[in-house]
């Protein structure tokens, strides 16, 4: 009887299911117990609200509104510049090993392309001759000197050719990479005085790098095939621009980051220590292969040398340079 009964109550209960479920609109709302403040008036994002004099329903935020945990009112940190605007001296951020490890790190991530694994600036850019401005090696003088917050400014907004990297690496990060370009620089120069304090034979040290010279002054006659390398104008016109020359000196006399090539042949220049200097084919060589000995008045030292150039394009750069030059 029982079960007779629950076997019918199923059916009428399977039936109810389906002709309750035909997919027709209700007309009232759907049953909603528990409210949540669900359904109220509110404008959406970009609508239109005649309350305020502009109509927008999105209101700026009130004038001097920072969001939360972007105030950066720590100009040392954020930005590497002192309350005097002058660039910090030092990393404001307390270095350990596990910081230079970050940095090396990041460093390898992002600047050893162009900057090489010991900042050389010899990256794979280079050696590969894709036609980069040559970055210029840490292991000088100015970028020795230069504070920290110069570098931490030039990862943060490029400098010149270089690109901006604040978008790819975070403020921390930045300082870490500081901290390794410094570890960088101490690698390759410890003064002699400070040398003789570790067990390190300096004679020897120097004969693996005579050694090393010479075997890569060897290994570039090979590849120039031992000067048998054309020389020409045209052929100094497309090294030129391989080269990336023309990013910062012009052919038509207006001014770059370098001085035009105008005219440059056999034209008097005013260099930075006062004298002059006539730009003959020896001047034009070394202002190539080692721009820093002679600095053009007017002009920072900012050229990196071009070392990686063989002889035969060296000249032929200058071939070209005679052919801009109404003194050819
Ligand atoms: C795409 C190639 C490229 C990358 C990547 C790059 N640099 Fe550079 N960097 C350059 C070039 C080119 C210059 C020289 C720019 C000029 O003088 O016009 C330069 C210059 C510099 C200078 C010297 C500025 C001066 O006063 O002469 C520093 C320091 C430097 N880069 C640090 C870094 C660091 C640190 C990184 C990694 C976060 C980095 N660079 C990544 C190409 C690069
Ligand atoms: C990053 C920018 C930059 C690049 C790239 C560059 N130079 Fe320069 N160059 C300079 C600056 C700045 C000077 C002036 C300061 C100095 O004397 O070093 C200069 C100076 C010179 C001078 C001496 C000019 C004069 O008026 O007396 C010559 C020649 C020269 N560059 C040739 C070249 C050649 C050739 C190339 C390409 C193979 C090249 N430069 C690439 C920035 C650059």
Not at 85 to 109: A, C, H
Not at 198 to 213: E, F, N, T
Not at 285 to 300: H, L
Request: charge should be negative; glycine fraction near 8%; aromatic fraction near 10%.
């Amino acid at each position: 009887m029982t079960s007779r009964f629950f076997k019918s109550s199923l059916l009428v209960a399977i039936t109810l299911l389906f002709i309750s479920c035909r997919g027709e609109k209700f007309d009232h709302q759907p049953v909603h117990p528990n409210m949540n403040m669900d359904q109220q008036e509110r404008f959406e994002a970009q609508e239109q609200n005649r309350f305020f004099a502009d109509g927008r329903g999105m209101r700026m935020p009130v004038e001097g509104t920072v969001a939360r945990g972007n105030l950066r009112e720590d100009k040392a940190f954020y930005q590497g510049i002192s309350e005097d605007s002058s660039f910090v001296d030092e990393i404001p951020v307390t270095v350990n090993r596990s910081f230079l490890q970050r940095g090396q790190k990041q460093y390898e991530t992002y600047c050893t392309p162009c900057h090489g694994s010991t900042g050389d600036g010899q990256g794979i850019i280079m050696v590969g001759r894709y036609g980069y401005v040559p970055a210029p090696s840490y292991h000088i003088d100015r970028l020795r000197n230069s504070e920290d917050g110069y570098i931490y400014s030039t990862i943060a907004n490029g400098i010149r050719n270089m690109p901006a990297y604040a978008h790819q690496i975070d403020v921390e990060d930045r300082w870490a990479i500081v901290a390794y370009v410094r570890a960088l620089q101490r690698s390759q120069y410890v003064p002699e005085n400070e040398m003789q304090q570790y067990d390190v034979d300096l004679a020897a040290l120097d004969q693996q790098y005579q050694q090393a010279q010479e075997e890569e002054m060897a290994r570039q006659e090979a590849q120039s095939g031992g000067g048998g390398e054309e020389i020409s104008a045209a052929r100094g016109e497309q090294i030129y621009m391989q080269n990336a020359c023309q990013t910062c000196h012009s052919q038509d006399g207006s001014d770059g980051i370098g001085p035009t090539h105008l005219n440059i042949f056999e034209r008097t220049r005013q260099l930075a220590d006062g004298s002059t200097v006539t730009a003959d084919e020896e001047y034009l060589r070394e202002s190539i292969v080692n721009p820093n000995a002679k600095i053009v008045e007017g002009y920072d030292p900012v050229m990196a040398p071009y070392s990686y150039l063989s002889d035969a394009e060296v000249q032929s750069l200058i071939e070209y340079m005679k052919t801009i030059s109404d003194n050819q």
